[in-house]
C-alpha cells in the first residue's frame, strides 16, 4: 500500500487544474494572525503582516506532522517575516519557507524540513491563494 | 566475573567519594565494590549537619544520587560494622562473625568525636555533635525538655570552634538559649588570629549567643533527676544547663588499622604516603582517619583533601599514578549567619610577612590580607563578618595581587577593586580540586559555554558552591576573550534581559508591543520577545492575555487558552482550587469528556486533564464548564498553576492547621497571575507534608503555632527542595510573604527562569530575597503589595470573558473558509478504553483501512 506512505503529504497531491481561490476578506484577518484556510483539500496558514502584506504557507509542520502553522507566531528575523510553529519552535520563512532554527530537531519521516510557499494576494478586499503557483 | 572487590570500611563522605570516583572512570567494570558503614544512613553530608534542624528529614542530607547505590558494581552495606583485618588473609570479619575477601581493601573509617575526661559526660542531656543519630537525640532532648520545663531550655556547649559555633546555632534554632565555652583565649582558634576572634565573639554576642573564653570545664553535675543540670568551671564558676553539647575535637578512627598491625601517627591516623597507601599495598586509607606524609603524618579534619584523597586513591586502582600534595586548610564558613574565612598563611608566619588589616566595629567586620615583605604577592587573609572577596582571593595565593591590597578589605564602593586574571594553577574549587586552566580548557576546548554544563564537566561548585560565583565570571571572561558575546539580550530585537525590559516597560508605562518594540527594541519581534512582553504586560497590567494587539505575542496555549498537544488538538483544565471538587461539577467535567470523547486524566497538581478538543471545539466546551461554575485553570500559562493540598484539619485525624482552606484562598489569591515560568503552590496540614508542599516553587506547612513558608521548590529537570522563608506566621503574613516573593520573582527573573535557580542566582541568594521581603531591605515592599493587590482586585476568568466577544471568538475556527470542516489528518486509536493520537505506523494502517472500503 504505497499510496498511504503517509497521511501528512496531502500537500504534495498536484492540482490537474491550477485555479486561484478566494479564502477569506480582508477584514477577516487581524494583522499577525494567522489563519487555516482549506484550498481544495490542502490545508494553507494564510498571515496578514503589519506592512499590510499577506503570505500563504502549507499549514503543516514538518517537524511535528501536526496541521498547526498558522497558529503559530509570526516575526523577523533580520529583515525576512518568519512564522514558528507553536509545537517545537522550529522558524521558518516567509518567503522562502526554509527553515531558519531546526531547534535540534528532524522533520518526520517522508517530510521535507521547510515549508512550502504559494502566492497569496489582495484583490479588491479579498484575500486569494493559488496552490499550483508554489515553490 | 573476574572484577577485583574492593571493600570499602566507612560509608561517610569520603568512602561516598571514592566509590563515585572509581565508578566514574571505571569504565570496564574491573572492580566491583562493597561499601560497610556503621550507621544505618547511605552516606550523608556531615558537614550540613546543622541544616537537619531545618529539613524535613535525613533523606534530605544524602549525597548524591541514588544511582550510585543502586549500580550492580556496588553494594552499600548499612548498619554493618567491620571488627577486624587480616591482612594475610585478605579478609575483613564483619560483627556478625561472617568474613568478606578483598583485593583491595580502602579504609575511610573517618574519625569520631572526642570529650575530654571530666566527671559526668556521660549524664544523660550530654550529646556529642558528630552523626545524624547525635543531632537527632538532641533535638528530641530539647524537644522533650522544652515540653517539661515551661521557659527556653538552657543549653551550652562546650568547645568554640567550628562545631561548637554550628551546635550554638542549631540549639538556638530550635529556642533554646546557648552559651559557648572555650578553653582557648578566642573562638575558632584554629582559624582566626586574637582581633579576628574578639570580632567573631561580639558579633556572635548580637546573636544572642553567651560567650565564655579562656575557660575549662571541670564537672559535669547531675539534678536531681539524674540528668545534666549544672556545669562547674575551672575558675570556680557555675552555670545551670538542660542540655550540654560537647564540640571538643575530634580523633581519627584509626583501632582496625592499630589491631591490623598498621602503622599510625603520633596523634593518631593511619599513616600514608603521598598515593594514600599504608605499609600493606593492598590496604589505602583516606580522609580523616588516615594521617598523610603530605600532611606531617597529621590526620586533617576537612572534606576537600579528604574528597582528593578519595579521588588520588580509585585513579590509582585504575593504573593512574596521581599525588596527594597535603591539605589546602582553608575554609570558608557560615556560623550563626556570620562569614568566617581564612586562607593561605592567615597568621603571618612566613618571616617578613606584612598583615594588611580593616576592621570596623560598627559593623563588626574584621579583615585581614597578608602579603610578602613588600606587599606584592598575597600570601593569606583572614575574614570575619564579611568574606565577600574570599572567592576571588582565596586561588590568589602565591600569585601577585594587582592594585593596593587594602581596596580588597576596605567596604564595597570605597575602593575600586581591580579585575584580576588567575593563574591556570589556581585552584578554584577546593572541595573537588578544580583548577582555574581545567575550567579554562572545559570552556576553550570543550566548547561549554553554559554555567550549569561547566559544573557537571568540571564538577566546579557541585559541592559547597561557594566558588560558583568564580567559576561563572572565569566562564564569562573566557566567551568574552574568543568574542563570544556574553549577552544578557532576550533575542535579536531586544538586547537587554527579561528584568530589564520589565522594569524599562513599567517606568515608560507602555501597554502595546508595537511601542515597546519601537522604543527598547528593533524589527518585528519573535516567538522568544513576543511571549515574553506578553506575559510582562500581563504582569503588570492584568489585562486580558488576547486583549487587543495582545493575542499575537501569545504562544500557541495562551492564544487559545488550552495546551496544545502532539497533534495540534488541545487538552482543557478547568480550576479546582486546593483539588476540593464537588460531585455535581465532577458530573459536568464527566458529561463534557464524554460528548467530546476526551482522553481524560487526573493530573500531578489535583485537578482534571481533558485531551483531544479541537480548536473550534474548545468555545464550546468552555461554555459547559462556565455555565456550571467553573472557570480557566491557567493549565496552558506561565501563571499560577495549582495549589496542592492534602485534606487538612477537618478531616485528619493528625491534621494541625486546615491545610484545604488555606491552599483554596491562595489559589483564589494569585489565580491567573502571568510570571516568567509556571508557579506551583502546595499546602500541607502537619509536618507529614503529604500534599508534598517542599517539591513547589511555594510550600506552606501547618506548624502547631501556624504556618511556615518555604520558597523556591522545583520538580522538573532538576529538583530542588524549597528552603525556609518564615517560620510559625499567621495567615496574613503567609500571604503577605508569599505576596511579596512572587511579584520580586515576576520583576527580576529570566524568561523561562524558575523559581529555584531565580533564587539561587538572586544576588545574596534566598538572605538577601528574605531581607527584601521581612525587612524592607529595598524600600519596595510598599510597591510590591501594591502591585499584587492590583492583581487580585482586577482578576477576570479569562475564558468566559472570551464567551462574551464574538471578535475573540471568532479565532477559534478550523477552517477560515470552511468553519464547519474539521482537521482532516486527526487520526485516533483506542486504548484502555480511551482514545489516544495514532502512532504514525497506525496512521498508514488506518489510510489504508479507509481506502480499501
Known amino acids: 500500500m504505497t499510496t498511504t506512505a503517509s497521511a501528512h503529504s496531502t500537500e504534495r497531491t498536484a492540482l490537474a487544474d491550477p485555479h486561484p481561490t478566494r479564502v477569506c476578506a480582508l477584514d477577516r484577518l487581524t494583522p499577525d494572525l494567522g489563519v487555516a484556510a482549506l484550498v481544495d483539500g490542502v490545508q494553507v496558514a494564510v498571515f496578514l503582516l503589519d506592512d499590510g502584506s499577506v503570505h500563504a504557507v502549507q499549514n503543516l509542520c514538518p517537524f511535528s506532522g501536526a496541521s498547526v502553522m498558522s497558529r503559530g507566531i509570526t516575526g523577523s528575523r533580520a529583515d525576512e517575516p518568519t512564522i514558528a510553529s507553536p509545537i517545537y519552535k522550529q522558524v521558518f520563512s516567509l518567503l522562502t519557507g526554509a527553515c531558519l532554527a531546526t531547534m535540534d530537531k528532524e522533520p518526520q519521516p517522508g517530510l521535507e524540513g521547510r515549508l512550502r510557499v504559494y502566492r497569496a494576494w489582495v484583490e479588491s478586499g479579498e484575500v486569494w491563494v493559488d496552490i499550483s503557483d508554489s515553490h | ?853
Open chain 2, 1 to 853: 566475573m573476574g572484577a577485583k572487590r574492593v571493600v570499602v570500611v566507612g560509608a561517610g563522605m569520603v568512602a561516598q567519594r571514592f566509590v563515585q570516583s572509581l565508578r566514574a572512570d571505571d569504565t570496564d567494570g574491573r572492580y566491583e565494590i562493597e561499601v560497610y558503614g556503621e550507621e544505618q544512613y547511605a552516606p550523608y553530608d556531615r558537614v550540613a549537619l546543622t541544616s537537619f534542624f531545618a529539613k524535613a528529614g535525613p533523606e534530605e542530607l544524602l549525597l548524591g544520587s541514588q544511582d550510585l547505590w543502586d549500580d550492580p558494581n556496588v553494594t552499600l552495606h548499612s548498619s554493618t560494622r567491620v571488627a577486624a583485618i587480616d591482612r594475610d588473609a585478605q579478609t575483613v570479619t564483619l560483627d556478625d562473625g561472617s568474613q568478606r575477601s578483598y583485593d583491595e581493601l580502602v579504609l575511610a573509617t573517618g574519625s569520631s568525636a572526642w570529650a575530654p575526661p571530666v566527671p559526668g559526660v556521660d549524664l544523660p542531656g550530654v550529646f556529642m555533635y558528630r552523626t545524624l543519630d547525635d543531632v537527632a537525640q538532641l533535638r528530641d532532648w530539647v524537644r522533650a525538655k522544652q515540653a517539661i520545663v515551661g521557659r527556653p531550655v538552657r543549653g551550652a556547649v562546650i568547645g568554640g570552634g567550628l562545631l561548637g559555633l554550628e551546635a550554638a546555632g542549631a540549639l538556638q534554632s530550635m529556642g533554646a538559649t546557648a552559651t559557648v565555652v572555650e578553653f582557648a583565649n578566642r573562638l575558632m582558634a584554629l582559624q582566626v588570629d586574637d582581633s579576628g576572634g574578639e570580632a567573631l565573639k561580639s558579633l556572635i554576642q548580637r546573636l544572642g549567643v553567651q560567650v565564655k573564653c579562656g575557660v575549662a570545664t571541670s564537672e559535669v553535675v547531675a539534678d536531681a533527676d539524674g540528668n545534666v543540670g549544672t556545669l562547674k568551671f575551672s575558675n570556680g564558676g557555675e552555670q545551670l544547663v538542660d542540655v550540654v553539647v560537647f564540640a571538643t575535637g575530634i580523633r581519627p578512627r584509626d583501632d582496625l588499622a592499630r589491631a591490623a598491625e598498621l602503622q599510625v601517627g603520633e596523634r593518631g591516623g593511619v599513616v600514608v604516603d603521598d598515593a594514600c597507601r599504608t605499609e600493606d599495598p593492598h590496604v589505602s586509607a583516606i580522609g580523616e582517619c588516615a594521617a598523610a606524609s603530605a600532611d606531617g603524618f597529621m590526620s586533617i579534619g576537612l572534606i576537600a583533601p579528604g574528597n582528593t584523597m578519595a579521588d588520588v586513591t580509585a585513579h590509582r586502582l585504575l593504573g593512574r599514578a596521581e599525588v596527594y600534595f597535603g591539605a589546602d586548610t582553608a575554609t570558608k564558613l557560615k556560623l550563626l549567619g556570620v562569614d568566617v574565612a581564612s586562607f593561605g598563611d592567615a597568621f603571618a608566619t612566613t618571616p617578613g610577612a606584612l598583615e594588611v588589616v580593616y576592621s570596623d566595629p560598627f559593623s563588626g567586620a574584621y579583615k585581614k590580607l597578608v602579603m610578602t615583605d613588600d606587599a606584592s604577592v598575597l600570601l593569606g587573609g583572614m575574614f570575619v563578618g564579611d568574606a565577600s572577596a574570599y572567592a576571588t582571593l582565596r586561588p590568589m595565593v602565591g600569585a601577585e595581587l594587582p592594585g593596593d591590597p587594602s581596596s580588597w578589605i576596605l567596604p564595597e564602593g570605597q575602593a575600586e577593586r581591580p579585575d584580576v586574571e588567575l593563574p591556570d594553577a589556581a585552584n578554584v574549587c577546593s572541595c573537588n580540586n578544580v583548577t582555574a586552566g581545567s575550567i579554562r580548557h572545559a570552556v576553550n576546548e570543550d566548547g561549554i559555554h553554559d554555567l550549569g554544563e561547566l559544573k557537571s564537566h568540571t564538577k566546579a561548585g557541585t559541592a559547597c558552591g561557594s566558588c560558583l560565583p568564580l567559576v561563572k565570571k572565569i566562564l564569562n571572561t573566557e566567551l568574552e576573550k574568543s568574542g563570544i558575546e556574553v549577552s544578557e539580550a532576550l533575542c535579536e530585537h531586544f538586547a537587554m534581559s527579561r528584568a530589564s525590559l520589565f522594569s524599562a516597560i513599567q517606568v515608560a508605562g507602555l501597554t502595546t508591543f508595537t511601542d515597546i518594540i519601537e522604543r527598547f527594541g528593533s524589527g518585528h519581534g519573535c516567538d522568544i520577545c513576543k511571549p515574553t512582553v506578553g506575559s510582562i504586560l500581563a504582569s503588570i497590567y492584568n489585562g486580558h492575555v488576547l486583549a487587543d494587539d495582545r493575542a499575537a505575542l501569545q504562544d500557541t496555549n495562551d492564544r487559545f487558552m488550552a495546551n496544545v498537544q502532539k497533534d495540534g488538538t488541545y487538552s482543557v483544565v478547568p480550576r479546582i482550587p486546593g483539588g476540593e471538587i464537588t460531585p455535581d461539577k465532577l458530573m459536568v467535567i464527566a458529561e463534557v469528556a464524554q460528548d467530546y470523547g476526551l482522553y481524560t486524566k487526573i493530573t500531578g497538581g489535583q485537578r482534571i486533564d481533558l485531551f483531544g478538543a479541537r480548536l473550534e471545539q474548545l468555545p464550546e466546551i468552555w461554555q459547559r464548564l462556565v455555565d456550571a461554575g467553573m472557570e480557566s485553570g491557567h493549565a496552558y500559562g506561565k501563571s499560577l498553576r495549582t495549589v496542592k493540598s492534602c485534606v487538612g484539619s477537618s478531616w485528619c485525624r493528625y491534621g494541625v492547621q486546615d491545610s484545604a482552606g488555606m491552599a483554596i484562598k491562595l489559589e483564589l489569591r494569585y489565580r491567573g497571575l502571568r510570571s516568567p515560568h509556571k508557579i506551583k503552590v502546595g499546602v500541607s496540614g502537619c509536618a507529614r507534608e503529604c500534599a508534598e508542599a517542599r517539591g513547589k516553587d511555594v510550600g506552606v506547612i501547618a506548624t502547631e503555632k501556624g504556618w511556615n513558608v518555604y520558597v523556591g521548590g522545583n520538580g522538573g529537570f532538576t529538583p530542588k527542595h524549597a528552603q525556609l522563608l518564615a517560620e510559625d506566621v499567621d495567615e496574613d503574613t503567609v500571604f503577605q510573604v508569599i505576596d511579596r516573593y512572587l511579584m520580586l520573582y515576576i520583576r527580576t527573573a529570566d524568561r523561562l527562569q524558575r523559581t529555584a535557580p531565580w533564587q539561587e542566582e538572586y544576588e545574596g541568594g534566598l538572605d538577601a530575597i528574605r531581607d527584601v521581603i521581612l525587612n524592607d531591605s529595598l524600600g519596595i515592599c510598599a510597591d510590591l503589595d501594591e502591585h499584587m493587590t492590583h492583581h487580585i482586585d482586577t482578576y477576570e476568568d479569562e475564558w468566559k470573558a472570551v464567551l462574551s466577544d464574538p471578535k475573540r471568538l471568532s479565532q477559534f475556527t478550523s477552517f477560515v473558509n470552511a468553519p464547519d470542516q474539521a482537521d482532516p489528518t486527526l487520526m485516533y486509536v483506542e486504548e484502555r478504553g480511551q482514545r489516544r493520537p495514532a502512532t504514525p505506523a497506525e496512521r498508514a494502517e488506518l489510510a489504508a483501512a479507509g481506502s480499501e472500503k
